[in-house]
């Protein structure tokens, strides 16, 4: 239970209290759903499952399919693994990371303009930000617990091993590639409050992430530019990241730890300009119309 405190009291202890209570609210609703729970675990299977199939019936079989994707593979980046199914699972479940962080933070603003109770948060001693840092931390949560659960069934389903590679590492590069989802969240959310929707902007941002980052192929197969333009996005290193660690393929910049501290200077960077975002363009529709007009 969180303390009340006067606004004098309202110190960083006070802050990360408001965004835990937030998270657990949301963690509260959750649940009361339990078919969400099985929606997040099974959809990154089903997304996989559709190109690892594809991949079988082309080839005539298992073997033959990770015979063939090992050889493009080889063409492409200089690295090597059969193990197709584990790349495709890492891919899908890291894009629904992101999907999720995106779709709470959207359907929130959405929710709350729609409802009436925006501006109400406004008026509420406590930063709106806060709030919106308590729904991205529940995103973040429930998305990496969802993500562990999917990929060992998914790969159990597939009949290989999912603890391999160097595990530990893949962990690490899964959740330092969360913090600059806060700065992608922030800026997504920005617009959804300008144009006041979100399901059909959502559904665009998942078409354009998910070939961006390199769900189920490398980013070199893109021209120059348009991998540059991959390599500015976090989620791709996010998913290489993971991919090279557990498959032992090569990595962006030749080690893991370069790679490593690229993430992390995403992660100081985006969540500032997220927020700069976000508060920019809050400001100029309060300055307008009001938040409080859906």
Known sequence: ?????????????????????????????????????????????????????????????????????????????????????????IGANVFMIVS????????????????????????????????????SLYANIRSILAFFVSFTIGCLIFGVWPFQGQFLIAILFLLAGIIPLWGVS?????????????????????????????VYFPIQIFPKAMEYLALCFPPTWMTNGVRSSILDLSYFMEHWYIDFAVLWLFALVFPLMGLWAFRKIEDGIRKNEGVGQF
């Open 186 to 214: 922030f800026f997504f959310g920005s617009i959804v409050m300008k144009i006041r929707e979100a399901n059909a902007l959502i559904n665009i941002a998942q078409l354009g992430i998910s070939f961006i980052m390199g």
């Open 100 to 135: 999720s962080s995106l779709w709470q933070v959207g359907f929130w603003i959405r929710r709350e303009r729609f409802t009436g109770t925006l501006e109400s948060i406004y008026l509420a001693p406590a930063s709106r930000m806060l709030v919106l840092a308590g729904i």
């Open 1 to 89: 239970m969180m303390q009340r405190t006067g606004l004098s009291e309202f110190n960083w202890r006070t802050k990360l209290d408001i965004i835990w209570t937030v998270a657990v609210a949301r963690f509260k609703t959750l649940a009361r759903y339990r078919g969400w729970v099985f929606m997040d675990i099974s959809i990154p299977i089903v997304f996989a499952a559709m190109p690892v199939l594809l991949g079988i019936a082309f080839a005539g079989s298992v073997s033959a399919a990770g015979e063939n994707f090992n050889t493009n593979l080889m063409n492409l980046t200089g690295a090597s693994t059969q193990l197709f199914q584990v790349y495709m699972l």
